[in-house]
């Protein structure tokens, strides 16, 4: 299993303890390294059942999905 996603899952269910609909947004630098751990932890928030916020006020070119 890839490193930073096993430890994204540590995060997730440890020190963010996601809920199944809870909400979750993840704000992150481009940087590669950065934004592959964002993906990791956007990930983990899936699979525990978290939900997307509401982002229909914020402008399309500021969000990367």
């Known amino acids: ?18 809920k199944p609909g809870e909400k979750m947004l993840i704000v992150t630098n481009p940087r590669e390294d950065l934004l592959r751990i964002s993906k990791a932890l956007a990930k983990v928030a899936e699979e525990t059942g978290a939900a997307h916020p509401d982002l229909s006020d914020v402008p399309k070119d500021k969000i990367i999905n």
């Open 1 to 18: 299993m890839d490193e930073v996603l096993r430890n994204a899952r540590i995060v997730g269910e440890k020190v963010l303890a996601i």
